[in-house]
């Protein structure tokens, strides 16, 4: 059965279109540009794990960066792992391995030295008694008490999980397989797994991406990567989420609203108490309800592209690898300021997108270098009108 072809018994004709997915791609432009949103709400909110905070916190902001919390990063990880499919089609494992180091590892690297740097030395800047120069500073920051990958952990992460995958992900690729059917109640029984490692690993390692020490992340997102997989794999799943995503995207609303309730009703969730059994069941169902829902989405509403597509898609990964050392540029600018938090929020994330946005057209995507150190591909044409 082909890509066109997918029709599952009981289904509507969906098809899958061959090729680059609109869809797929305002999806991977969404979730990137939501950055600039997400990370300057982490300047002003309660939690502490971030480079920069505003003095006085906003507990109003946790409710928001929390929500996104609950499916942002699944969303990237089932986006990459979509996208693999793709990108291992045709090519020797040499060939796709050489293109994993030269458009993530490379651009990864290049950003830890230009910008990550930069942003543990602006963060060090702001503690008592610190005075090194950059200068003075850089070669400590290799230091293991120093060093932080900062956003860069996703990448990190991710080639990981394309390393250890590959030798499956290929057999799967030449195999052929199809799935003559594939139910709602599969892809319901799919969530399981995500609640499982919620519930047991979560409370052992609770969230910090370090790669060496972080279990619960590492199975959770690995999950969402090779789901994302098989949904490109599959057309036979992925045209169960077009015909159902509604229902996920019930379970994903009802479970964040059943998080919402437990921190207004002051519910404690200290791990495996009465209230770790509830809120991390809803933790994972809400995190998986809106990726499945997003695809389905994306599918039914977002299958146009234009020119404006060509371009965001094309900035996407610069973007992200760029946007956080905008960010926290912007907040140290403005959080000792006396302006008040709706001011200073849009500036810090106004001026972050344009920081970001004009070092992406002015600088990287000028000459044939930057754009390889920073793993732009090459321009695409739109489709046709």
């Known amino acids: 059965m082909t890509a066109t072809q997918a029709r599952p018994v009981g289904l509507p004709n969906l098809t899958v279109p061959a090729g680059r997915r609109a869809d797929v ?3 991977r432009v969404g979730a990137v540009y939501l950055l600039f949103l997400f990370h300057t709400g982490k300047v002003f909110d309660k939690a502490p794990f971030y ?3 505003n003095p006085v916190p906003t507990p109003g902001l946790d409710a928001f960066t929390g929500f996104i919390h609950l499916w942002h990063m699944p969303l990237f990880f089932a986006l990459a792992g979509w996208s693999i499919h793709a990108s291992l089609r045709g090519r020797s494992p040499g060939a796709f391995s050489r293109e994993r180091v030269t458009r993530v590892l490379l651009p990864a690297a290049v950003t830890l030295l230009l910008t990550v740097t930069v942003i543990k030395y602006l963060s060090l800047g702001r503690e008592p008694g610190f005075d090194e120069s950059f200068l003075e500073f850089l070669p400590t920051f ?3 008490e120093r060093f932080t990958w900062e956003h860069l952990w996703f990448v990190v992460y991710l080639l990981v999980f394309t390393f250890l995958s590959l030798p499956v992900l290929r057999r799967l690729e030449a195999s052929h397989r199809t799935i003559d059917r ?5 892809l319901f029984l799919a969530a399981v ?3 499982v490692v919620q519930t047991t690993l979560r409370a052992w390692w609770p969230g910090w991406q370090n790669l060496y020490d972080d279990w619960a992340n590492f199975a959770y997102y ?3 990567f090779l789901g994302g997989y098989l949904i490109a794999r599959f057309p036979e799943i992925e045209a169960r989420i077009h015909a159902d995503w509604r229902k996920f995207a019930a379970v994903g609303a009802g479970s964040a609203l059943g998080l919402l309730a437990l921190d207004l009703g002051g519910v404690g969730t200290d791990a495996f108490g009465p209230g770790w059994f509830v809120a991390q069941p809803l933790d994972a169902l809400a995190g998986f309800g ?6 389905g989405f994306a599918h039914a509403h977002l299958r146009r592209e234009n020119r404006a597509l060509v371009w965001l898609s094309e900035s996407a990964f610069p973007v992200y690898l760029l946007h956080q050392v905008a960010v926290v540029v912007m907040a140290v600018l403005v959080v000792d300021t006396a302006l008040p938090i709706p001011a200073k929020f849009t500036l810090v ?3 972050a997108i344009v920081l970001t946005v004009s070092a992406y057209e002015l600088v990287v995507s000028r000459t044939r270098l930057t754009r390889f150190l920073f793993g732009v591909r090459r321009h695409r044409r739109p489709a046709p009108a």
Do not use: Y
């Open 193 to 195: 797994p995500f609640v």
């Open 290 to 295: 809106f990726v499945v829902a997003a695809f």
């Open 222 to 224: 690995l999950m969402f």
């Open 25 to 27: 791609d305002w999806l």
């Open 182 to 186: 594939f139910p709602l109640g599969a």
């Open 142 to 144: 290799w230091a293991f």
């Open 51 to 53: 480079a920069v905070k």
């Open 349 to 351: 994330c106004a001026g």
